[in-house]
């Protein structure tokens, strides 16, 4: 791979490479490998998260080296230049019409794909549920026995490339309606009720204790979440904007695959 990755780092930083056959075929062979989930745009090391420069590079250069094609699925049609996953029966995910996942995306053995959207570089583990309409963005990193409810928008990221993208780790449930962006990381079993939005700028207060805690881009593990806000101070006065407030910890009893509403029933919180 140390030879791929130093021609895709070449054609990265001259896009005149991409005429060159050899350096065609590191791109094609990196995104075919994060289809198959050998490769992967960002993995977990020693408790945190190392961004793949390189694979990142390789899923934006693709892009050029597409042509526009018609496609059609039955008598709908589409006009596009990624390809689209096939051959589910094989791979053993199940995929009710019409969920759509791109070519470069990888889905794991065992992952229920409501009508919902998996775009290249993602990465989605085993177990994991995309509810109807959900959108998992490029290159974010789903984990194992995820919940994605519907209509919640993990957003994607290709540039700029030191960016990480989206993580969400194994055991999460993510509510209704959540929209998490910007790289924010949710770490292990946390639960977010329906609602949530967050960014790198959101705050998110523990508000668990007499002093609130605040975290920026980061969802402890095991916390239970719920929409709030803060007063922000603007030159036409003081106004409420949106905020995630750490209402308690997942018990050590509560069942991994606990619904939402099991979830927060456990600290008198109703959504």
């Known amino acids: 791979m140390k030879k791929i990755f130093k021609l895709i780092d070449a054609a990265w930083e001259n896009r005149k490479l991409l005429q060159d056959e050899k350096t065609k075929q590191a791109i094609f062979k990196t995104v075919d490998l994060i289809d198959k989930g050998k490769l992967r745009v ?65 889905i794991s053995p065992g ?7 998996v775009n290249i570089g993602a990465y989605v583990d085993e177990g994991t549920m995309i509810d ?4 998992v963005g ?61 960014t790198k700028s959101t705050k998110i207060i523990d508000v668990t ?4 805690t605040e975290y920026r881009g980061v969802i402890p593990a095991r916390s239970v979440v719920i929409p709030g806000t803060v007063t922000k101070k603007f030159p036409a006065g003081k106004f409420q904007v949106p905020a995630a407030l750490i209402i308690g910890k997942r018990k050590p009893s509560t069942d991994l695959k606990t619904s939402l509403n099991d979830a927060l029933r456990e600290f008198n919180v109703t959504v």
């Open 42 to 106: 960002a993995e977990p090391k020693n408790g945190l998260w190392e961004v793949n420069n390189s694979a990142k590079k390789a899923v934006i250069l693709y892009f050029p080296l597409q042509n526009m094609k018609v496609m059609h699925a039955g008598d709908l049609e589409f006009f596009d230049k990624i390809p689209l996953k096939k051959g589910y029966d094989k791979l053993g995910i199940r995929v009710v019409p019409h969920a759509v996942a791109r070519y470069g995306s990888y």
């Open 111 to 117: 992952v229920i794909m409501m009508p919902s959207f």
């Open 132 to 135: 109807t309409w959900a959108t």
């Open 138 to 198: 490029s290159c974010a990193q789903i984990g194992k026995r995820v919940h994605l409810s519907g209509g919640v928008g993990i957003g994607g990221v290709l540039e700029p490339i030191q960016a990480a993208p989206v993580i969400i780790e194994d055991d999460c449930f993510i509510g209704s309606r959540c929209i998490i962006v910007e790289g924010v990381r949710i770490m292990k079993q946390a639960v977010l009720a329906a609602g949530v939005s967050i």
């Open 209 to 212: 204790s007499i002093e609130p």
